[in-house]
Every structure is written in C-alpha cells, then in structure tokens.
C-alpha cells in the first residue's frame, strides 16, 4: 500500500502564494491527485499528475516528481475561499487495483 | 448532469439500530466507491464496484457492514446493529472505470453525516 504524508495545517494570507507538499511511498506509482474540500462538503477534483513536471490551471498548479515520491500543491493570488482541506491521493497499480488512496489531508486557513 | 446523489444527508440512530445508505451514481460510470471520513483517519475505502459487481471489499470493517449495487444506478451501504464509533460521514463517488488515467477522477457525492448514539 501507500504511506501518504501531508502537514495537518497550514495559513496564509489572502493575495498570498501557498505550497502544500505531499510525500507519498509506493511500489506500482499511477497517478497522483490533488482534491479540494469545504468544511461539510464533499471532496472536488483539482488535478492529476502521473508524468514528472507542472500541471498549471488558473491559480492552481500541482507539481509532481516521481523519483523523489514527491508531489505539491500551489496556491496563487490566495482568496478567502480558498480556505479547505487538501487532500493528496496516490494510485498504485500493483496488485491489479487502481484505486486511489488518500492522505490525511491539510487543512489550509486563509486569513485578510 | 445530477452529479451523485446520496440520502439521507443526516442521519442520527441508536445504538444497535440498523442504518441504510444510499447512492445513485452518475449515469454512465461504472464503478462505484463508498468511503468513510473521520477526523482521526481521514477518508477510507470502505468498498467499491465495478459493472455492478464488488471488486475490492478489504476496507469494509467488520460484519456489520454490508454493501449491495443491484443495478448500475442504485447502491446501498448497510450497517447492522450500528455503534458509536460507525459516527462519521460516508461518502460515494463514481467514475468511469478502474482503469488508469484522469478520465477515473473521482467524483463525490454530499455525504451521509451519520451520528449513533
């Protein structure tokens, strides 16, 4: 299985740039994604990397590296509705399933 | 399009009660996921489905869950008897398939927040 590692907590201020990293050990790597969730809401797809490099959509960027088992998330021009939890989730391939499995996620405050 | 739909979205039982969820997936997508989410372990793969059929229920925590996909549109999470620490929210998702590629995001549905006292 995953060993999947993200800090618990994060803040920041509004208009301001965060980068929540996510480690992850796994044997059949597939795939690595990052999802959003409001306090009471379910989680929504942010984005996926399976090849080494930046993904840039809008003010979100996901970074992957597979040899380091290293992933972030950048946050730009933070607003306060940006404050969630963000969740890593990491598929691996081996035994057949592609299930992703996801880290605790970190729960990023964003204050005026 | 819906998204998934689940209901109920709270739900508040005994302890030894039974307790039912339930999912409608995305028209379209075939496999199915139910996952519990809990501030102590985050969000676990309870079960999932594929074409109906349960392909990987190694996440289910003991007996009293059970878990049912009659048709590809319909399933249900089943807890009997429930107890205290079944409190937590129980989420769905559906995708298109298992297979690898961002075509298999994951989509959520709104939660079941279920309370046992």
């Known amino acids: 299985g995953q060993n999947i590692d993200q800090p618990t907590e994060m803040t920041a201020t509004e208009g301001a740039i965060v980068q929540i990293n996510c480690t992850y050990q796994?044997?059949?790597?597939?795939?690595l994604f990052w999802y959003q969730q409001h306090a009471g809401e379910a989680p929504t797809f942010l984005s996926y990397?399976?090849?080494?490099g930046l993904e840039e959509k809008g003010r979100f960027s996901s970074f992957l590296s597979r040899s380091k088992g290293y992933s972030y998330l950048l946050l730009k021009e933070l607003q306060m509705k940006d404050s969630a939890s963000y969740l890593c989730?990491?598929?691996?391939?081996?035994?057949?399933?592609?299930?992703?499995?996801f880290g605790r996620g970190t729960s990023l405050i964003v204050h005026p | 399009d819906a998204g998934v739909i689940q209901s109920p979205r709270h739900e508040v039982t005994e302890m030894g009660q039974e307790v039912t969820l339930r999912c409608k997936p995305i028209?379209?997508?075939?496999?199915l996921f139910w996952y519990r989410q809990t501030m102590m372990r985050g969000l676990e793969l309870l079960i999932y489905f594929n074409n109906n059929v349960p392909i990987d229920d190694s996440g289910m925590p003991e007996d009293r869950f059970s878990a049912k996909m009659p048709n590809a549109s319909f399933s249900t999470l089943k807890i009997q008897p429930s107890e205290p620490r079944d409190s937590a929210v129980y989420f769905c998702?559906?995708?298109?398939?298992?297979?690898?590629?961002?075509?298999?995001?994951?989509?959520f549905g709104p939660g079941t927040r279920l309370t046992v006292l």
């Open positions: 998702a559906s995708t298109h398939g298992p297979s690898g590629g961002a075509t298999d995001t994951q989509y």
């Open positions: 989730a990491v598929r691996d391939r081996s035994g057949g399933s592609y299930i992703p499995t």
């Open positions: 028209s379209g997508h075939n496999s």
């Open positions: 990397n399976v090849l080494d």
């Open positions: 796994t044997s059949g790597f597939n795939g």
